[in-house]
């Protein structure tokens, strides 16, 4: 099932913070963040496993809540670079294991100097 | 290391007729899915495979198909095509060394008309 996503669309001024939620009707082991630019391949972000820290790459950085089966994705002093659009996924489980990702419908992050 | 390369970059095809798609894995990568985006879903998993198997399908019509070769290349075949099935389709590789993390090539834009 899709995680769910919000907001749809964020505006920030460079150097303003931005808050991206995700969160599952389902049970999360894991969260995955990737972000991408208008006509590019989406590019991998980071992981949060269940019971794991949170982690950070520059200066944006996630949580995950394994009881409320969501995480979020903060964006500090934005930069013009972090403009894209930001999905969550979620593992994809069969009887072997995790195979590939349903993601959220995205958000729109606009950065404006 | 080259990254992920799908063929074609664009393609255009009219009702009804079938489409083939390829990706070729970055070297090494014996791990092939494949996503449908779209902006009103945005990306939809179509299916995944491990040394020539699929191990999982996300929820599209039988149309879709794929298949994986010895060197973990993959193709996907779209049959009897149908408007809605204009998409950019994005296949990801990924490796057991690095967890569940996804590289995507650029994608096959698919015009039906």
């Known amino acids: 099932q899709q995680p769910v996503q919000s907001p749809q669309a964020v505006i920030l001024r460079e150097g303003e913070d931005a808050v991206i939620n995700c969160s599952s009707s389902k049970a999360l082991y894991s969260v995955h963040w990737y972000r991408q630019k208008h006509g590019e391949a989406p590019v991998f972000l980071m992981i949060?496993?269940?019971?794991?820290e949170q982690k950070g790459h520059d200066k944006i950085s996630a949580s995950f809540n394994e009881k409320k089966q969501q995480s979020s994705l903060y964006l500090t002093a934005s930069q013009l670079s972090y403009s894209g659009t930001y999905f969550c996924?979620?593992?994809?489980?069969?009887?072997?294991?995790?195979?590939?990702?349903?993601f959220g419908k995205g958000t729109h992050l606009i950065i404006q100097p | 290391k080259a990254g992920v390369t799908q063929t074609p970059r664009y393609l255009i095809k009219t009702r009804g007729q079938q489409v083939t798609l390829s990706c070729s894995p970055i070297s090494g990568h014996r791990s092939v899915s494949w996503y449908q985006q779209t902006p009103g879903q945005g990306l939809q998993f179509l299916f995944e495979y491990f040394s020539e198997t699929q191990r999982n399908k996300g929820n599209f019509p039988g149309r879709f198909s794929g298949r994986q070769f010895s060197n973990s290349r993959s193709e996907m075949n779209v049959s009897t095509l149908e408007l809605g099935d204009s998409a950019l389709y994005l296949c990801?590789?990924?490796?057991?060394?690095?967890?569940?993390?996804?590289?995507f090539g650029s994608g096959t834009q698919l015009s039906v008309l």
């Open positions: 990801a590789s990924s490796s057991e060394g690095e967890g569940e993390k996804l590289f």
């Open positions: 996924g979620t593992p994809v489980y069969s009887g072997g294991g995790a195979d590939g990702l349903t």
């Open positions: 949060l496993l269940k019971g794991g």
